[in-house]
Every structure is written in C-alpha cells, then in structure tokens.
T-cell receptor, first 111, second 113 residues
C-alpha cells in the first residue's frame, strides 16, 4: 500500500539545538513531497516542497529538507531551534494527484 | 491575497443531528480538498474536487457524508446523521492545480456529544 511514514511520534529538543524529523514514503515513482507545520488550533502551513531538481530544498523559518531517492526519504532539518518551533509537523506526498499525509511528529522545545 | 476561508470555526452537536461546513477557496484555485483530522492523527482526505467534478471520494463515508462544489468555487461538506466518531477537525484546502502546493483554512472543530 502506498503510504507516508513519520517514525517519530514525539521529539523533545532544547532551544538552540538542531532538529531533524524523518519522513519515508513507499511510492514507486518520485512523488511531489511537502512538509507542513501546524500550531495548536491552526490550519496547516507549508514549510517547503520538492518537485524535482536540487535534492536539498530550503523553506521558510530556517527549515530545509533533503530528498534521498535511494532511501525513499525526505527528512526535515533546522540547525538551531527556537521556542516558537514547538508544533506538529506533517510530511505529505502527492501521488496520482492525491495529497496524503503522515501521522505527524510533535515537537516540544525546552528552554 | 485572501486565504482559504472556512466556517464555522467550532460546532457542537448531538449524535444523530446533521451539520454542514462551508469553504471558500483561494480565488482561481481549481482543486479543492476536504480533510478529516482526528486528534493525534494526520489529516485524512475525504474528497477532492477538480473544478466542480469529484476526483476522489474513496474515503468519504457516503452513507452519512456528502459534499458539493457548485460552480467550481465554494464547497459545502455535510454530515447526516452525525456519530460520536465524527468528532474531529475538518480542514478545507485548495491548490491551483492537482499536485501543486495546497493552502489550508483554519478548520472547523466538530464535537459530537
């Protein structure tokens, strides 16, 4: 079955430390890939997207993600986390014109 | 540019009652999505429209849920009758075309008691 997997349900990171969130997909071809962030009580905001070309993409709020075809992964990274980055993060994939989401990773930032 | 508008923001109903949600997508966006997000889970696609035609509704519980997008702009999602397990946030999103980045509204939080 086609799916998007986010292996980490919850990650706690210290403010100023680096952050990496994992995402794996199981589609055959190279899909379109996205990362969204959701703050409490809010809708989803697009952080970045990958369609083709350079496998390292830059997004908003200092986030970046790297597409690795050999690992079917699209991991999200941020070098230095701010307290405002505490939120839920969703990896999403478009395949066959449908946008499907992973279960999400909750990020807690400690002072 | 105005974003995706949804109403109401919150709704509490009793089981077996009916409820309707409204969505106004970003102007010019041909593709419109309705998602159900249960607490602690990722959004689940209920139905996807391309203009006013249905592209995918494979996960829409058609015995109780219905959706329409008249004139290819606004959309409504209806639940009749509601069940306790329908308690969730209902998100509407739109994109210029299928496969393009989707923009989300703030959602409607439904509580069925």
């Amino acid at each position: 079955a086609q799916s998007v997997t986010q292996p980490d349900i919850h990650i706690t990171v210290s403010e100023g430390a680096s952050l990496e969130l994992r995402c794996n997909y199981s589609y055959g071809a190279t899909p379109y890939l996205f990362w969204y962030v959701q703050s409490p009580g809010q809708g989803l905001q697009l952080l970045l997207k990958y369609f083709s070309g350079d496998t390292l993409v830059q997004g908003i709020k200092g986030f970046e993600a790297e597409f690795k075809r050999s690992q079917s992964s699209f991991n999200l990274r941020k070098p230095s986390v701010h307290w405002s980055d505490a939120a839920e993060y969703f990896c999403a994939v478009v395949n066959d014109y449908k946008l499907s989401f992973g279960a999400g990773t909750t990020v807690t930032v400690r002072a | 540019e105005a974003g995706v508008a949804q109403s109401p923001r919150y709704k509490i109903i009793e089981k077996r009652q009916s409820v309707a949600f409204w969505c106004n997508p970003i102007s010019g966006h041909a593709t419109l999505y309705w998602y159900q997000q249960i607490l602690g889970q990722g959004p689940k696609l209920l139905i996807q429209f391309q203009n006013n035609g249905v592209v995918d509704d494979s996960q829409l519980p058609k015995d109780r849920f219905s959706a329409e997008r008249l004139k290819g702009v606004d959309s409504t999602l209806k639940i009749q009758p509601a069940k306790l397990e329908d308690s969730a946030v209902y998100l509407c999103a739109s994109s210029l075309a299928q496969g393009a980045e989707a923009f989300f509204g703030q959602g409607t939080r439904l509580t069925v008691v």
